[in-house]
């Protein structure tokens, strides 16, 4: 049938394709496609050849009628119900069979018309044209009582579908004329929509009865006009390699007509061949050696309000940016809190090594895995990149191959903007801190007060934020003129010590030269010049966002964030200067997440997420708790942890989990055979320059030797009594001997299970064995436990982490560090979690120690305070809060 209309589109100058769905697809999935082809201009007509099965009122009526050239929407059936036939796309193949008859002489007014096996918009067409020719029209199924008696009544038999085998062909009268359009070819016929001269020919046919009275005529389509000259064409192919045996040859040639192609009307059907499911036709081009980038363009997206439909959210609950991405809002936890939530899965990793292990793919992968491949709810939540990696050494975090998240360059640039409010907040705060400073130096005490309550209408009145600084001081009045000398200039100064100032301007670009400047050299800031420092990421800012659960959570955390000490030692918070409804402001699109889907259609949320060595490195709270709900209690929310699991998995628990009252039920541990030969003594790996033999050739010994890291992290994982699935990253290079040691070594170390994964080069389908592992082991129940109590002195919280995670012997405070954790503990911070800021290329404090190094001692050189985001932070060693997340892309 694709053939016969192939040739007969080629002869007419017209290009048809065939988006082909596995036999399998759903109402919704049929849908997607219809959709996408709607928002399409380039395509002008869509036909569809799905099984009877398939034909549904919500199907049909998803075509656009001005692309339905079938005539089978409810639009176009009404206006031919209506008689507006020159305003609607009519069935061709009905429209044919009138231009037929009337052209073979046959007088239709008063004439018994039976239409017989006809269903939908087929059967419908055909009444109404007939009706208005003067005939009298009935129309039966095959297998109708009376069938017989009908036949018999009948002068013209139009045949819908094949006849059965059952109905002899004697009960049709000599003398009627007979038309039969039930064969698949005539689908052809589809192309009259927009073509405005079809001829067809009558052929003639066997006589069904013995004799010639009968007039037999076989209705084909024979040429067709082609579409207005110079109209957008474009073609689409849907190939597998493996399943349609073609050769590199004929996909060369097929791809090359992809790119040059051209087409007019898409048939949408069923694929006959086993596929991975939504893949489409891009399985083949990893094969012929396209890259990640090339994989991603070549899937289109479903529309993201199908997505939404699919994963269960109501219209009013997302706002749509483009045709991809969505936000989602913060109302749906209201709606279905309580509705169960799902198994949590967290993705970490070994100690990460220039060479990547993988934790993004990993995290698509078994997702894939578990929706398209095991019929299981689940979701990925991601943190969102910063282009500071992109444009860097490392690049974007969308994942890769057949793991990925599409569009690739949406996820990796702007996204929907958070960062970039999140950047504005940042930077209108550290603007607020300099203009208090000036305004403070250069006024007084009166005058200072009069520009932050400002008379209005003759009225001078506290703003509510005033009001919450007045009380902080221990003054209680609410009227203006009520206060002091002395209490108006506790109230307007912050006395701000220019050198505790800690808050510092950030942009989310790789500019190095930013790291140490002077500001307020212009005349205008009257010698209030200091010399600052800029950070590549969002500063606290970026932090909060992850860990807030709420809008007022949010306002209340920015409100909390300590930019320096006042010159008596006290903190002074974003509060206090008055700004916390202008940073909320600025964020409070940011806090939605954000959603998108997976080369397989399977949702992910994309939101938030600092760096894992110098922040937490986690995403949302908020995503999380949404994508919970969503699943189901049976579904699945996989989420990932930045670089090895003795950093972000152990801020995912310390910090995100007490921050979300979420509990854990399983870790997925991401390893390579290439990393681990680097842990076990394997030479140096620089970036742009070819592997050494001893990653691309078998070595037991390097592996073996190397496993002594991924011991390490599934035991860390065990300090907090959470069950490890080790995630084998499977690369080409690897061999059979080499893969079996890992898992086996894994296992022996505690892993619940270990698995070889194949999602890079064959998506989903590559990690169903790890999806099954992980479901298993998320059926144990969980005995998750933090690492310490927060009511633990700063010291010995950092000391157990030193110890436990990393292996230390113990800490040496430098006196500034020490300093430091005397004034927060003494500003009453000293309950708050602890985020380790140190190289994530090491378990300890240097960058070149792989594997397990032992009897060290961290230093622990500075420590900061996030109050806002709710943690401390000591900087361990030489890492500085400057540099970004790999030392090759510190450029700011």
Same mark, same amino acid.
């Given at each position: 049938?694709?053939?016969?209309?192939?040739?007969?589109?080629?002869?007419?100058?017209?290009?048809?394709?065939?988006?082909?769905?596995?036999?399998?697809?759903?109402?919704?999935?049929?849908?997607?496609?219809?959709?996408?082809?709607?928002?399409?201009?380039?395509?002008?007509?869509?036909?569809?050849?799905?099984?009877?099965?398939?034909?549904?009122?919500?199907? +049909?009526?998803?075509?656009?009628?001005?692309?339905?050239?079938?005539?089978?929407?409810?639009?176009?059936?009404?206006?031919?119900?209506?008689?507006?036939?020159?305003?609607?796309?009519?069935?061709?193949?009905?429209?044919?069979?009138?231009?037929?008859?009337?052209?073979?002489?046959?007088?239709?007014?008063?004439?018994?018309?039976?239409?017989?096996?006809?269903?939908?918009?087929?059967?419908?067409?055909?009444?109404?044209?007939?009706?208005?020719?003067?005939?009298?029209?009935?129309?039966?199924? =095959?297998?109708?009582?009376? +069938?017989?008696?009908?036949?018999?009544?009948?002068?013209?038999?139009?045949?819908?579908?094949?006849?059965?085998?059952?109905?002899?062909?004697? =009960?049709?009268?000599?003398? /009627?004329?007979?038309?039969?359009?039930?064969?698949?070819?005539?689908?052809?016929?589809?192309?009259?929509?927009?073509?405005?001269?079809?001829?067809?020919?009558?052929?003639?046919?066997?006589?069904?009865?013995?004799?010639?009275?009968? /007039?037999?005529?076989?209705?084909?389509?024979?040429?067709?006009?082609?579409?207005?000259?110079?109209?957008?064409?474009?073609?689409?192919?849907?190939?597998?390699?493996?399943?349609?045996?073609?050769?590199?040859?004929?996909?060369?040639?097929?791809?090359?007509?992809?790119?040059?192609?051209?087409?007019?009307?898409?048939?949408?059907?069923?694929?006959?061949?086993?596929?991975?499911?939504?893949?489409?036709?891009?399985? =083949?081009?990893?094969?012929?050696?396209?890259?990640?980038?090339?994989?991603?363009?070549?899937?289109?997206?479903?529309?993201?309000?199908?997505?939404?439909?699919?994963?269960?959210?109501?219209?009013?609950?997302?706002?749509?940016?483009?045709?991809?991405?969505?936000?989602?809002?913060?109302?749906?936890?209201?709606?279905?809190?309580?509705?169960?939530?799902?198994?949590?899965?967290?993705?970490?990793?070994?100690?990460?090594?220039?060479?990547?292990?993988?934790?993004?793919?990993?995290?698509?992968?078994?997702?894939?895995?578990?929706?398209?491949?095991?019929?299981?709810?689940?979701?990925?939540? +991601?943190?969102?990149?910063?282009?500071?990696?992109?444009?860097?050494?490392?690049?974007?975090?969308?994942?890769?191959?057949?793991?990925?998240?599409?569009?690739?360059?949406?996820?990796?640039?702007?996204?929907?903007?958070?960062?970039?409010?999140?950047?504005?907040?940042?930077?209108?705060?550290?603007?607020?801190?300099?203009?208090?400073?000036?305004?403070?130096?250069?006024?007084?005490?009166?005058?200072?007060?009069?520009?932050?309550?400002?008379?209005?209408?003759?009225?001078?009145?506290?703003?509510?934020?005033?009001?919450?600084? +007045?009380?902080?001081?221990?003054?209680?009045?609410?009227?203006?003129?009520?206060?002091?000398?002395?209490?108006?200039?506790?109230?307007?100064?912050?006395?701000?010590?220019?050198?505790?100032?800690?808050?510092?301007?950030?942009?989310? /670009?790789?500019?190095?030269?930013?790291?140490?400047?002077?500001?307020?050299?212009?005349?205008?800031?009257?010698?209030?010049?200091?010399?600052?420092?800029?950070?590549?990421?969002?500063?606290?800012?970026?932090?909060?966002?992850?860990?807030?659960?709420?809008?007022?959570?949010?306002?209340?955390?920015?409100?909390?964030?300590?930019?320096?000490?006042?010159?008596?030692?006290?903190?002074?918070?974003?509060?206090?200067?008055?700004? /916390?409804?202008?940073?909320?402001?600025?964020?409070?699109?940011?806090?939605?997440?954000?959603?998108?889907?997976?080369?397989?259609?399977?949702?992910?949320?994309?939101?938030?997420?600092?760096?894992?060595?110098?922040?937490?490195?986690?995403?949302?709270?908020?995503?999380?708790?949404?994508?919970?709900?969503?699943?189901?209690?049976?579904?699945?929310?996989?989420?990932?942890?930045?670089?090895?699991?003795?950093?972000?998995?152990?801020?995912?628990?310390?910090?995100?989990?007490?921050?979300?009252?979420?509990?854990?039920?399983?870790?997925?541990?991401?390893?390579?055979?290439?990393?681990?030969?680097?842990?076990?003594?394997?030479?140096?790996?620089?970036?742009?320059?070819?592997?050494?033999?001893?990653?691309?050739?078998?070595?037991?010994?390097?592996?073996?030797?190397?496993?002594?890291?991924?011991?390490?992290?599934?035991?860390?994982?065990?300090?907090?009594?959470?069950?490890?699935?080790?995630?084998?990253?499977?690369?080409?290079?690897?061999?059979?001997?080499?893969?079996?040691?890992?898992?086996?070594?894994?296992?022996?170390?505690?892993?619940?299970?270990?698995?070889?994964?194949?999602?890079?080069?064959?998506?989903?389908?590559?990690?169903?064995?790890?999806?099954?592992?992980?479901?298993?082991?998320?059926?144990?129940?969980?005995?998750?436990?933090?690492?310490?109590?927060?009511?633990?002195?700063?010291?010995?919280?950092?000391?157990?982490?030193?110890?436990?995670?990393?292996?230390?012997?113990?800490?040496?405070?430098?006196?500034?560090?020490?300093?430091?954790?005397?004034?927060?503990?003494?500003?009453?911070?000293?309950?708050?979690?602890?985020?380790?800021?140190?190289?994530?290329?090491?378990?300890?404090?240097?960058?070149?120690?792989?594997?397990?190094?032992?009897?060290?001692?961290?230093?622990?050189?500075?420590?900061?305070?996030?109050?806002?985001?709710?943690?401390?932070?000591?900087?361990?060693?030489?890492?500085?809060?400057?540099?970004?997340?790999?030392?090759?892309?510190?450029?700011?």
């Amino acid at each position: 049938m694709q053939e016969i209309n192939q040739n007969l589109a080629e002869e007419a100058g017209l290009n048809i394709t065939h988006i082909c769905l596995p036999p399998d697809s759903g109402e919704e999935e049929i849908i997607d496609e219809i959709l996408k082809i709607n928002e399409d201009t380039r395509v002008h007509g869509l036909a569809l050849q799905i099984s009877e099965s398939s034909f549904s009122s919500k199907v +049909l009526n998803a075509l656009k009628p001005e692309k339905d050239v079938d005539g089978v929407t409810d639009v176009n059936l009404g206006k031919l119900v209506r008689g507006d036939a020159h305003e609607c796309f009519v069935s061709p193949v009905a429209r044919a069979v009138i231009e037929l008859l009337e052209k073979s002489g046959v007088n239709l007014d008063g004439k018994k018309i039976l239409v017989l096996g006809a269903h939908g918009s087929l059967e419908a067409a055909l009444q109404c044209l007939f009706q208005r020719k003067g005939s009298m029209t009935m129309s039966s199924p =095959w297998k109708a009582p009376q +069938l017989e008696s009908k036949l018999q009544e009948a002068d013209i038999l139009v045949l819908g579908s094949p006849k059965p085998e059952e109905i002899p062909l004697t =009960w049709i009268q000599p003398g /009627t004329t007979v038309l039969n359009c039930s064969h698949d070819f005539l689908s052809g016929g589809y192309l009259e929509g927009r073509v405005s001269n079809i001829k067809y020919k009558a052929s003639p046919v066997e006589s069904p009865t013995a004799g010639p009275e009968v /007039t037999g005529l076989q209705l084909r389509p024979d040429t067709f006009t082609s579409l207005a000259e110079n109209e957008t064409i474009f073609t689409v192919l849907v190939l597998y390699k493996e399943r349609l045996a073609m050769n590199d040859d004929m996909l060369t040639r097929l791809y090359s007509t992809f790119l040059q192609g051209s087409l007019d009307v898409v048939l949408l059907g069923h694929r006959l061949v086993d596929s991975l499911r939504k893949a489409m036709w891009v399985s =083949w081009l990893q094969l012929c050696g396209y890259s990640d980038i090339e994989i991603s363009r070549a899937q289109t997206p479903k529309a993201v309000d199908v997505l939404a439909k699919e994963i269960g959210l109501l219209a009013d609950e997302i706002e749509i940016y483009g045709k991809s991405k969505a936000k989602v809002r913060l109302s749906l936890l209201e709606r279905l809190k309580d509705q169960a939530d799902g198994k949590y899965v967290l993705v970490a990793g070994i100690t990460p090594t220039p060479l990547g292990e993988g934790k993004s793919t990993v995290t698509i992968g078994l997702v894939q895995a578990l929706t398209a491949h095991l019929n299981v709810n689940s979701f990925a939540c +991601l943190r969102q990149p910063s282009q500071g990696p992109t444009f860097g050494v490392k690049g974007g975090a969308a994942g890769g191959g057949y793991a990925q998240v599409i569009p690739m360059e949406e996820f990796n640039l702007h996204l929907t903007g958070d960062i970039h409010a999140i950047t504005a907040a940042n930077n209108l705060l550290a603007a607020a801190i300099d203009t208090r400073i000036l305004h403070e130096s250069t006024q007084t005490d009166k005058a200072l007060f009069n520009r932050l309550v400002p008379l209005v209408n003759g009225v001078r009145e506290f703003s509510e934020i005033q009001l919450a600084r +007045l009380k902080k001081l221990g003054i209680h009045k609410t009227d203006p003129s009520s206060l002091t000398e002395e209490e108006m200039s506790k109230f307007a100064r912050l006395n701000i010590d220019p050198s505790t100032i800690t808050w510092q301007r950030v942009l989310d /670009t790789n500019d190095r030269f930013l790291r140490k400047i002077t500001i307020g050299q212009a005349s205008t800031e009257k010698g209030c010049s200091r010399q600052v420092g800029g950070t590549f990421f969002p500063g606290e800012t970026v932090g909060v966002l992850p860990l807030t659960a709420s809008l007022m959570d949010m306002k209340e955390r920015l409100g909390r964030m300590v930019v320096a000490s006042d010159k008596n030692g006290q903190p002074v918070t974003a509060e206090d200067l008055g700004v /916390t409804g202008a940073l909320t402001v600025l964020m409070k699109d940011a806090i939605k997440p954000n959603l998108m889907q997976t080369l397989e259609g399977t949702p992910v949320f994309v939101h938030a997420g600092p760096f894992a060595n110098i922040a937490h490195g986690n995403s949302s709270v908020l995503a999380d708790k949404i994508a919970l709900k969503l699943v189901g209690e049976e579904g699945f929310v996989v989420t990932e942890a930045g670089f090895g699991a003795d950093i972000g998995m152990e801020k995912f628990f310390n910090i995100k989990c007490r921050a979300s009252g979420l509990v854990p039920n399983v870790v997925v541990l991401v390893a390579t055979v290439r990393a681990l030969k680097m842990h076990g003594g394997g030479p140096s790996v620089t970036a742009g320059v070819p592997l050494k033999k001893e990653y691309t050739e078998e070595n037991i010994q390097l592996v073996a030797d190397g496993c002594c890291n991924l011991q390490k992290q599934i035991q860390i994982a065990q300090l907090f009594g959470v069950p490890v699935v080790v995630a084998l990253n499977v690369f080409k290079t690897d061999t059979r001997a080499e893969i079996d040691l890992v898992c086996e070594l894994a296992k022996r170390a505690g892993a619940f299970d270990a698995v070889p994964c194949y999602h890079w080069s064959v998506g989903g389908k590559g990690s169903v064995d790890l999806a099954r592992a992980v479901r298993e082991a998320a059926s144990k129940r969980s005995r998750f436990q933090f690492l310490y109590d927060v009511q633990l002195p700063i010291v010995e919280k950092i000391r157990t982490i030193a110890q436990a995670v990393y292996g230390a012997k113990d800490i040496e405070l430098s006196p500034e560090a020490q300093s430091k954790i005397d004034r927060y503990t003494q500003q009453g911070f000293g309950n708050l979690p602890i985020c380790m800021a140190k190289t994530h290329l090491s378990l300890s404090h240097q960058p070149d120690k792989k594997g397990v190094p032992r009897d060290f001692v961290l230093p622990i050189t500075d420590v900061r305070a996030s109050i806002g985001a709710g943690f401390i932070y000591p900087l361990v060693g030489t890492v500085s809060e400057n540099l970004s997340p790999e030392p090759s892309q510190a450029m700011f």
